[in-house]
């Protein structure tokens, strides 16, 4: 669930290039956190070097954790007040640090294995990143607004790639899945592999007064400017500038462009709405607990089942994924018996 939550939260392909950058620290091969230990309260982050964990002979500072967690506790406070927000800003917080542990014990194996990475191989990484910016001076600045040197930042791709090599060589390199198994899953669970009906959908939302959302009362003032902005899209107005100059949510950035969703993707009462409006149409103002919503539909593709043949690597890659997610699990628990962690 929070993965989700996390995942639409990081709307744009700018903003997950920036996330990127804040969050290099954490390995994109690690599957699950398995280490639960209690973390200071989930109050605003502050920039303090004090050592949040230990693992081995190296630490986990509080600044390094920050880099990290600050982005995501952004938009988390975005989109979310009170209990919901606490319980959310501390459910991310443990898992964030659990993969920072976790991230740190597999870096340091890959080291007790002798798994080299060149300057070549940094350089051919940190080029991929590059070319997701406009220019060297936007990269620099956006390195800068995430904590970020690009020294700093090239130590973290070493250690990425490293920790990437070592799951293809213990996790990945000893998954093996048999024909069979492909054909027997597919045949236990044909459901899971029809494509589901989809829509391309772009949002604008406006956030209900936050005073509002706590009282549980009415939110006119919002409701009414939601109101002027769909005449204004009557009238022909673009929604993509629209939603550029008002929009509130993740997807704002870039016009309120979502993506395709399968149906099923939203709350029932939405998925309803989404999918029985035409082909490049704009929903009416629809309330939310949040907010207000506008949406416009763009293409819509069917519903697809397809054959065996048609589908036998995704199946294939999907029973790849859990083997090794298991394996993952099996290895990760025996290099915490064998390290000495401890959270601050």
């Known amino acids: 669930m929070i993965e989700k939550a996390v995942a639409l939260w990081y709307g744009t392909a700018m903003k997950q290039t920036l996330i ?17 230990a209690p973390i200071a309260p989930a109050e605003a982050p502050q920039l303090v070097d004090r050592v949040v964990a230990v693992v081995n002979n190296e630490v986990i500072t509080q600044s390094e954790f920050d880099l990290v967690f600050q982005p ?3 938009q988390v406070k975005e989109h979310s007040t009170g209990s919901e927000f606490q319980k959310q800003i501390g459910e991310i917080r443990l898992k964030l640090l659990n993969q920072m542990i976790e991230d740190k014990l597999v870096y340091q194996e890959s080291k007790k294995l002798g798994i080299e990475v060149s300057d070549s191989d940094v350089a051919e990484q940190l080029g991929e990143i590059k070319t997701q910016f406009p220019d060297q001076q936007t990269f620099e600045k956006e390195l800068k607004v995430s904590g970020l040197s690009e020294e700093n930042l090239k130590k973290q791709l070493r250690e990425q790639i490293a920790i990437t090599r070592l799951h293809h060589q213990v996790i990945r390199g000893k998954v093996a899945v048999p024909p069979t198994e492909v054909e027997n899953y597919f045949k236990e669970h044909p459901d899971e592999f029809i494509e589901k009906e989809r829509v391309e959908v772009w949002s604008l939302t406006l956030q209900k007064d936050i005073q509002s959302v706590e009282k549980g009362v009415a939110d006119e003032k919002t409701k009414k400017k939601a109101e002027e902005i769909l005449a204004l899209l009557h009238k022909g107005e673009d929604f993509v500038a629209l939603a550029k100059q008002y929009s509130q949510d993740s997807s704002s950035m870039a016009g309120g462009y979502v993506g395709f969703v399968e149906k099923g993707h939203f709350f029932e009462e939405l998925d309803s709405i989404l999918f029985s409006l035409p082909q490049n149409s704009i929903s009416e103002v629809i309330e939310s607990e949040r907010g207000f919503h506008i949406f416009k539909v763009g293409k819509k593709t069917p519903r697809v089942e397809k054959s065996f043949e048609e589908i036998r690597e995704k199946v294939e890659d999907k029973l790849f994924k859990i083997k090794a997610h ?13 390290a000495y962690i401890a959270v601050k």
């Open 326 to 338: 298991e394996r993952f699990v099996s290895w990760m628990e025996e290099l915490k018996k064998q």
């Open 72 to 74: 995501i506790y952004a």
């Open 20 to 36: 990127l950058l804040a969050g290099l620290l954490i390995s994109p091969v690690l599957l699950q956190a398995q280490t639960a």
